[in-house]
């Protein structure tokens, strides 16, 4: 029998959040849950962390501690909030810690598991794109090991053969084109909130799903993966697969083509990740091969998504690009989600504020942090006095 696994959830009210919770909680036996965090849902957390019999539970917002607090009374679970509740929660020692915290937000947590030398999976790719090289360098340092939850990235670890990497002519990431995919380019203009959200595959938080719609979720993927899986940008293609049952593919030199295939579930990554490197039985869904019709594939127009474009600007650019790119377009969004700005603004505000963005290569956390929030306050300032007449 496997040994029980200590682990930690990050971001445990979110969908990725969630997910893991209904894996863990399908074979209960073989986890010893430590934390489990969330930004201020303290009642749907308390609920979770009992669930999970976690040892503790806590809220980024100080604010969320007294209902925390309350829900927990009597049941042995330690609540606590607040930054460095957080920080030392993700610092509890655990066999696996999902890092599943949306945005910038988890830079700091998933830094802290990584500094533990464990198994960290990470869903979080917001901190990959901006901080890549610390996040790897840190991994190095502590001789943790980053395992990839995002779908194609998952599956594009799944038939990476490292010893073959040279051989590898190029991975292909594939896209579903969003809601929005065969929308006319003039209509795209006056898309509200509840239509951006709404995937026509997967069920996912607001931001993801937004950044879905604009195509920048499969920009930021670009760079994902060249951090994860160290590929030039010319060997990163992206596809659009509109049935979303083909992650990515592996293409080598001998014409071999790898691909991971499932249902759109993000259960089977994460159980990937939770098992590895065995396999486990999971509650996700299954693939049906008799029941699909067809799978189609596109190749991804850069002149439609313009995102895709900006990726490899980044690229090509270095770090504060990067930085800029994952700011601009947390803040975009957000303005996006509260009506302050349409849903093309947020990619011409990106590519604006890429232009304008300190290109130099950060040296420290603290640099990349300051870098970040520069970025956030251009971006906000601009929105707030060029854009908002434009929108509102
Ligand atoms: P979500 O919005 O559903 O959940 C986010 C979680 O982070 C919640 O638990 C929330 O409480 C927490 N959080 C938010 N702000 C925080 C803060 N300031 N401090 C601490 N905690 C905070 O998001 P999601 O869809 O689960 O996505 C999470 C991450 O995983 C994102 O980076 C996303 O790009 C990535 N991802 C998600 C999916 C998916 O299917 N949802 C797939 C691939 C990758
Ligand atoms: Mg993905």
């Known amino acids: 029998m496997a040994a029980v696994k200590t682990v930690s959830v990050l971001g445990a009210t979110g969908s990725v959040g969630r997910s893991t919770a209904d894996i863990l909680l399908s074979d209960l036996k073989s986890y010893d849950v430590q934390a489990v965090t969330a930004c201020s849902k303290a009642e ?11 040892k503790s539970a806590v809220v980024a917002d100080d604010r969320s501690y007294p ?4 829900a927990l009374s009597g049941t042995g679970i330690e609540a606590s909030a607040g930054t460095e509740a957080m920080l030392e929660a993700a610092a509890m020692p655990a066999d696996y810690t999902m890092a599943a915290i949306v945005g910038m937000a988890g830079l700091l947590p998933t830094i802290k598991a990584i500094e533990q030398g464990k198994c ?15 996040v790897l360098q840190t991994a190095r340092h502590s001789g943790a090991t980053l395992l990839p939850v995002d779908s194609e990235h998952n599956a594009v670890f799944q038939v990476f053969e490292p010893d073959n990497k040279a051989a590898i002519e190029r991975i292909v990431l594939t896209a579903s084109g969003g809601p929005f995919r065969t929308w006319p380019l003039d209509k795209l203009h006056g ?15 607001a931001k993801i799903s937004v950044d879905s719609a604009t195509m920048m979720n499969k920009a930021l993927e670009i760079v994902e993966a060249h951090v994860l899986f160290g590929l030039p940008s010319e060997k990163i293609d992206v596809l659009i ?6 992650h990515a593919m592996v293409e080598y030199a001998d014409g071999s083509v790898l691909a991971q295939l499932g249902a759109p579930d993000m259960r089977i990554p994460i159980a990937h990740t939770l098992a590895w490197p065995a396999r486990t039985r999971t509650p996700g869904k299954r693939l049906d091969m008799t029941g699909l019709s067809r799978l189609d594939f596109f190749p991804a127009d850069e002149t439609r998504w313009r ?23 947390e803040c975009a969004v957000a303005a996006f989600l509260a009506g302050r700005l349409n849903f093309t603004g947020i990619v011409e505000v990106t590519e604006e504020m890429m232009a304008r963005a300190d290109q130099k290569t950060p040296q420290s956390l603290e640099e990349i942090l300051f870098m970040d929030q520069t ?3 251009q971006t906000e300032s601009y929105i707030l006095n060029t854009l908002s007449r434009k929108v509102c």
């Open 44 to 54: 749907e957390l308390a609920a979770l962390a009992v669930k999970l019999k976690a």
């Open 67 to 70: 209902i925390l607090k309350a």
């Open 120 to 134: 960290v999976a990470i869903a979080n790719k917001e901190p990959l794109v901006a901080a890549g090289d610390l």
């Open 191 to 205: 898309v509200t909130p509840d239509q951006a959200v709404a995937h026509p595959n997967w069920s996912m938080g």
């Open 241 to 246: 697969h509109p049935q979303s049952i083909v």
């Open 307 to 329: 995102a895709l474009t900006l990726a490899r600007q980044a690229l090509k650019a270095g770090s504060g690009a990067r930085i800029a790119i994952n700011a601009a377009n």
């Open 375 to 377: 970025v956030r306050e």
